[in-house]
Structures are given as C-alpha cells and as structure tokens.
C-alpha cells in the first residue's frame, strides 16, 4: 500500500468509447503525476500538476484529457484512442518544491486495453 | 541529449550478491534514483544519490560516480522476493519535474 490509489485495475475499451481513468492520493502531497508504461519502453511522462495547475504536457495527444479537481485527485479521460495507446497507466504522487522532483510515490496502474 | 542505460536482463541465485549498472548522460545533475517494481506492481523507490560514493540501506546499497556518469545498485544476501525490474532515472536537466528513466533491468534470483 503506497498511499495512491488508482482505478479501474483493468479496462478494456474500444476506440470510440469515453472512459476515465481515477487517481487518489492520501499522502498529502502537492504534486500529482500521470506515466505511461509501455513494454520495452521507459517511464514516459504525460502531465505534472503542481497545487492542482498543470505544470507539464508531455506533448500528449488531445485524446488524453487530464483533470485535477483537488491536490488528492487526478483523472484522465481517454476519448477516440488508438490501439497503441493500450499500455499500463501510472498515477503517482510526490512532495516537491517547484524546483526539485522529490520521491515518487506510485500507484498500482490501470492497465488499458485499446480494441 | 540525455540518455540511460541498464542491462536488460540479470540473474543470480539466492543468497548472493548482485550488482546493477547504470549509466547516463545529461548536461546537467541533480542527483539519480533507484527504483523496484515487481510484476503487476507499482514502482517503488530505493534509493536517491546526489554526492558521490556508497549508500548502503540494509541489504540494497547505491553507488554514483558523478565524474563518471555512473552508478549500481548493489544488492547482498539475494532472496527471491527481489526478483523484480530496477529502473534507474535522473532529473531532466532542464526541468527538474520531469525523470529521465532507463528501461530497466529485470533481475531473475533463482534458489
């Protein structure tokens, strides 16, 4: 139990249904995460909220919509998504100043499935 | 440009010792972590060096050699729960939010 709670675990989705990803951390960090992981791939960062701003856009596509409503929750609403964008989804949290990246705290991911 | 690279694959038999390299390239440093993920799990964090030398932390140990654009995690007394996958990061030198990650290196202990 890392204190990131992530859901759904699993999801399986065709391209054009809306689906949304949840993340809740109870750590009570200021900075929130979302990665992608890809088999034979690195970590690849998508999008950083610092007190609830987004600070990052990893160049994602707009079919990845972020929101974080409150410091302890993150979502990510998937809409028209391609095959390719199957892969596990990683929440994770830190406790950061704005100019240092402190400890990750990840959660356990959702892993999607693109049909 | 910015670059990490691990072993792709290890494997050591329970009790031993083991060690993981890691090499990068960046323009700038602040400092490089080690991180466990198992299978079907989430990363966990291991370890965080910014100065150079050892770190030991129980069995896990972490070596940098900033001159050298190198690091290892050391790992003593192997047991089975710690075949898992170690990825090794730096900060982005131009943005300290963002982690520069290796693949990682994915360790098999065998008994």
Request: glycine share 10%; proline share 4%; net charge neutral.
């Amino acid at each position: 139990e890392t204190g990131v709670t992530q859901t759904p675990r699993h999801l399986v989705m065709g391209m054009t249904n809306k689906k949304s990803l949840k993340c809740e951390q109870h750590l009570g960090h200021n900075a929130m995460y979302w990665y992608k992981q890809s088999a034979k791939k690195p970590l690849e960062l998508m999008f950083v909220y610092s007190l609830e701003e987004r600070v990052e856009n990893n160049s994602v596509p707009s079919r990845f919509s972020p929101e974080c409503p409150n410091s302890s929750h993150l979502f990510l609403h998937l809409h028209t998504l391609q095959p390719e964008d199957s892969a596990l989804y990683l929440c994770a949290s830190s406790q950061g100043g704005t100019g240092g990246h402190g400890e990750l705290f990840f959660g356990e991911g959702s892993r999607l499935t693109v049909l | 440009g910015q670059n990490i690279d691990q072993p792709t694959e290890m494997t050591a038999t329970e009790g031993a010792i083991v060690q993981i390299n890691c090499t990068y390239q960046t323009s700038g440093f602040n400092g490089l972590f080690w991180y466990q993920q198992h299978a079907g799990e989430a990363p966990t964090f291991l370890s965080y060096n910014v100065l150079d030398g050892l770190e030991e932390k129980g069995r896990f140990s972490s070596f940098l050699s900033r001159s050298k654009g190198y690091s290892y995690l050391l790992l003593k007394e192997l047991q089975m729960k710690d075949s898992a996958s170690y990825l090794c990061a730096v900060p982005n030198a131009g943005n300290n939010r963002k982690l520069i990650w290796g693949l990682g290196t994915s360790l098999a202990v065998n008994p």
